[in-house]
């Protein structure tokens, strides 16, 4: 396969889904782009903050790919879903528009994707075309009581110091956080596990698509009974891939 797109600090390329993916620095970023085999015309894409090779078979992704969609990443892992996170996602998107891409991306946002996601878009809604939301996390406490290590690293990267009582009700968490999202008329896709023990469906994704319907927003949700956090995505990929395809194409 040839690559088309010219990217900056190219670390590596290989074949991954059928697309040749590229490897490069971004700022001092590890970032990476899957260019389809054919590209549909006006360069749709869809960004996986978190994740990007996990379950491609059930999240839509090996599909899409197959379609002519562009997969985007960059690495924002430790971050938190912080302020920091959202301006590195931002420094993304800026340069794959000098690419070429499509004005509005599809999120797909498992596990801690999905709070990369809500607070990307939340922060730039106009740069967001829909999101898919599998298992996600929609709080910024949700790792108060099971790991502390983790929720003091959340809480330094908000500024709390080791405060992570602060974490609770904070008004950056998506749960608290979601009206930009239903103003920009975002369409959610919520997947979750109803037996998931890492992240808790009720506190996080249930929660967060009762308030984002609630405030009249567009909200499909798939509950899984007896489900855990994994696997992501779903036995057939449809649903998810109309789903993109709808809030993507033609807009």
């Avoid at 009700?169 to 749960?175: E, K, M």
Wanted: glycine letters at 8%.
């Amino acid at each position: 396969m040839e690559a088309k797109l010219k990217l900056p600090d190219e670390i590596s390329c290989d074949v991954w889904q059928g697309g040749l993916r590229r490897k490069f620095k971004l700022n001092g970023c590890a970032a990476q782009i899957v260019e389809p085999p054919e590209p549909l015309e006006g360069n749709p894409w869809f960004w996986l903050p978190e994740w990007p090779t996990a379950f491609p078979e059930r999240n839509g992704v090996k599909d899409l790919l197959k379609m002519g969609y562009h997969m985007v990443h960059i690495d924002v892992f430790g971050k938190c879903g912080s302020p920091e996170a959202v301006g590195i996602m931002r420094s993304m998107y800026d340069f794959v528009r000098t690419l070429g891409f499509a004005e509005k991306a599809a999120l797909i946002g498992m596990s801690l994707g999905g709070l990369y996601s809500f607070r990307y878009a939340a922060k730039y809604p106009e740069t967001v075309a829909c999101i898919y939301a599998d298992a996600p996390v929609a709080t910024l406490s949700y790792r108060v009581e099971s790991r502390r290590a983790d929720a003091v690293e959340f809480s330094r990267a908000y500024g709390l110091g080791d405060d992570t009582a602060k974490l609770f009700d904070h008004p950056l968490a998506p749960v608290n956080n979601y009206l930009p999202m239903v103003k920009a008329g975002i369409p959610l896709l919520l997947i979750v596990g109803l037996a998931d023990t890492s992240v808790d469906a009720e506190k996080n994704g249930l929660l967060l698509a009762e308030r984002w319907l609630a405030a009249g927003g567009r909200a499909e949700v798939i509950k899984r009974p007896y489900w855990g956090h994994h696997p992501h995505g779903l036995d057939d990929t449809t649903k998810i891939v109309r789903f993109i395809l709808s809030s993507t194409l033609n807009k």
